[in-house]
């Protein structure tokens, strides 16, 4: 089973950066054979995707509000799949999950912007950007 772990949340000013990590804690099993997505939920509003990377790392898709500022990317040797997060705004204070889709039927290039695909999430990390 794949168990997804969150880390590299906290507290930041407006303008500044972080970098999220989502790691397998199950280490009998790597990320290789998933589509990672990250996706998050500000307080009184629904969950939103953010980013999405194929598992292969070569095709990469964002949500408009976030595009030119976080960067989705992968390192399936260390079955790991990062989001750097700059140039923060208040409005990206959120949980933000990490979520893995099975792409054994679909090839290491497929990945999904919907939640509903996704077959395993951890359990958030706390992002907060104060203004």
């Known amino acids: 089973q794949v168990q997804l772990v969150e880390s590299g949340g906290g507290l930041v000013q407006a303008g500044g950066s972080l970098r999220l990590s989502c790691t397998n804690a199950?280490?009998?099993?790597?990320?290789?054979?998933?589509?990672i997505g990250w996706f998050r939920q500000a307080p009184g509003k629904e969950r939103e995707f953010v980013a999405a990377?194929?598992?292969?790392?070569?095709?990469?898709y964002y949500t408009d509000s976030v595009k030119d500022r976080f960067t989705i990317s992968r390192d399936n040797a260390k079955s790991a799949v990062f989001l750097q997060m700059k140039s923060l705004k208040p409005d990206d204070t959120a949980v933000y999950y990490c979520?893995?889709?099975?792409?054994?039927?679909?090839?290491?290039?497929?990945?999904?912007?919907?939640?509903?695909?996704?077959?395993?999430w951890g359990q958030g990390t706390q992002v907060t950007v104060s203004s």
């Open positions: 979520a893995a889709k099975s792409i054994i039927y679909y090839g290491d290039n497929h990945y999904s912007t919907t939640a509903t695909e996704y077959n395993y």
């Open positions: 990377i194929s598992g292969s790392g070569g095709n990469t």
């Open positions: 199950n280490s009998g099993f790597s990320l290789e054979d998933y589509a």
